[in-house]
């Protein structure tokens, strides 16, 4: 006779209601205000760069489920959120046809050669983002502003020594990347991923603490370095991908902790004003001996 009170499955034996399309759709969201406030500061080409982004990197997703013989699961949104997320790191006048190529090169090579969702061990959007800087450094450094060409506040600082308003860079009214102007708009976004429990808040604070502290340190503006650039859209999005990044909390501590030391090193020692894409892209690459050293012991587990 056989009981049925016991039935032995295999873990996961506790699951989290909420999917993964919900997240991704969520995240788009929390996205808004900072494309309104870049189509706001740099006009409807802001826009077009977006719609572009977003429509090549769901063609390519969907191709290569394709060709992969997968199912065409377009609709979890994380290529809508790659798309976004690889827009708001060019430029406003990017030409059209290098956003198409960046971001079939943060489909591909950053995410399906690996397996597809959950496989990839680089944020997307960065991988093309990153090979954009390679094959394009011009086009991806040529910044415009009120129709004017303008050098980003990092990049003044650089050249001429000249700190921005910290009033018109909190607000935006900055040149630079679309998603990196306004540090107001892009922590109203994260508050909402906050609220929601999508968004963990050690990979940010470490990496946001560390850039204050060691420019502090180091003898330059820390309120500045954090306003200024990518810091803060890098530390509350790009850095707290969920599968890019580590699953214990002492290792988010570490990661945020290492992203931020590399953007300090860059910015103030390396050859580009700024480091952000680099600092999370290596910290990115130190994710599988992070979980393995700080995985909590197993009970009954003998070192």
């Keep these: 006779m056989q009981s049925q009170d016991l039935v032995v499955t295999s873990s996961p034996h506790i699951r989290e209601k909420t999917s993964v399309a919900e997240i991704m759709w969520t995240v788009s ?25 977003v429509v090549s990197c769901l063609l390519t997703e969907y191709i290569f489920l394709k060709i992969r013989n997968k199912e065409v699961t377009l609709t979890d949104g994380s290529a809508v959120v790659t798309g976004i997320l690889l827009a708001l790191t060019m430029p406003p006048e990017m030409p059209l046809w290098v956003v198409v190529i960046a971001a079939v090169v943060a489909i591909t090579l950053g995410k399906q050669v690996f397996g597809g969702l959950g496989y990839n061990p680089f944020n997307p959007a960065l991988v093309g983002r990153a090979f954009v800087t390679a094959a394009y450094p011009v086009l991806i450094t040529t910044f415009t502003f009120d129709g004017q060409t303008a050098a980003t506040p990092l990049n003044l600082k650089m050249m001429e020594g000249e700190m921005t308003a910290y009033w018109d860079l909190f607000i935006g009214n900055v040149p630079g990347s679309l998603g990196e102007t306004s540090a107001f708009f892009v922590l109203l976004g994260a508050a909402i991923l906050i609220y929601k429990g999508y ?39 790009y850095a707290t991908d969920m599968v890019t990044t580590p ?29 952000v894409m680099y600092s999370i892209l290596l910290m990115n690459m130190t994710v599988p001996l992070i979980n393995k050293f700080t995985r909590p012991r197993s009970l009954g587990e003998v070192k």
């Design 247 to 275: 699953v214990t909390a002492l290792g988010r501590w570490i990661f945020g902790i290492g992203a931020g030391i590399f953007v300090v090193i860059i910015r103030l020692y390396g050859g580009y004003p700024e480091g």
């Design 29 to 53: 969201l929390s996205l808004l205000p900072v494309m309104l406030v870049a189509t706001y500061v740099f006009g409807w080409r802001a826009l077009v760069i977006i719609a572009t982004s």
């Design 199 to 237: 968004l963990n808040w050690r990979i940010p604070a470490g990496m946001v603490s560390t850039v204050f502290i060691l420019t502090w340190v180091l003898g330059h503006n820390p309120v500045f370095h954090l306003l200024a650039g990518s810091l803060l859209i890098g530390a509350f999005y």
